[in-house]
């Protein structure tokens, strides 16, 4: 046996060894959760396409995005999970031309404040952006405070991200038109919060 397959075989054994650790310590499988949570949502998500008298079209809204934020998820088990009460938090649209700026932290600063980060001779220069373990980050525009990002200190980082928008949008680009048997609907995102997590927020 080549050290090739030694090592194949020690993985596989490290492998099994921490499955079993995992399914020895008790920790619960959430999956079922998410699952039975998804598909209640989508339900949702196609009952009121239906109310709002628009025509549920071919699209799979398998690809739409659902995120779920619950108000306590260690304590949901599934048969519960679709009993909640789940009130539409944000609609969100990928816009492939939306800038991400990556922009200095709380100490107002290109990188660590006061350090030559990038080693060019110049403390606190806009290059020293994003510098590892800083207090820099990204804003998209979904995050508050994006609408006052100052090009001269910040840069942008990427483009396309998911944009704000609203079910009515949603809901046209995914009703079925005979003239446009060819329309592929915008990458999606829909967010929910039960009640609890409504209340905390």
């Known amino acids: 046996m080549n050290r090739g397959n030694v090592l194949m075989v020690v993985v596989v054994l490290v492998g099994c060894v921490w499955r079993g650790l995992w399914l020895s310590a008790g920790v619960t499988n959430s ?3 998410a699952d039975v949570t998804r598909t209640e949502l989508l339900r949702q998500i196609t009952d009121e396409l239906k ?34 009460s789940w009130k539409l938090n944000s ?13 200095s932290g709380a100490d107002g600063k290109p990188g660590w404040d006061g ?8 403390v606190d220069d806009l290059s020293e952006l994003g510098a590892a373990w800083s207090d820099d980050h990204c804003l998209t525009p979904l995050d508050s405070g994006y609408e006052q ?18 079910f009515e949008s949603f809901a046209a680009d995914h009703s079925f038109n005979p003239d446009e048997s060819e329309h592929q609907p915008h990458s999606w995102r829909v967010t ?9 927020r």
């Not at 995120?67 to 088990?77: H, K, N, Q, V």
């Not at 350090?115 to 110049?122: C, E, F, K, V, Y």
Request: charged share 20%; aromatic share 10%.
């Open 149 to 166: 990002v100052d090009p001269v200190y910040s840069r942008i980082i990427n483009r396309g991200t998911f944009v704000p928008s609203d």
């Open 115 to 122: 350090w030559d980060d990038n080693q060019n001779g110049t």
């Open 91 to 103: 609609v969100q649209r990928f816009d492939p031309n939306a800038e991400v700026w990556i922009v």
């Open 192 to 200: 929910f919060v039960d009640q609890a997590a409504a209340e905390f």
């Open 31 to 33: 999956t079922s959760v």
């Open 51 to 84: 109310t709002r008298g628009h025509v549920a079209g071919p699209q799979n809204l398998q690809s739409v995005q659902v995120l779920a934020y619950f108000g306590d998820a260690s304590s949901a088990e599934p048969s519960v999970a679709a009993s909640r």
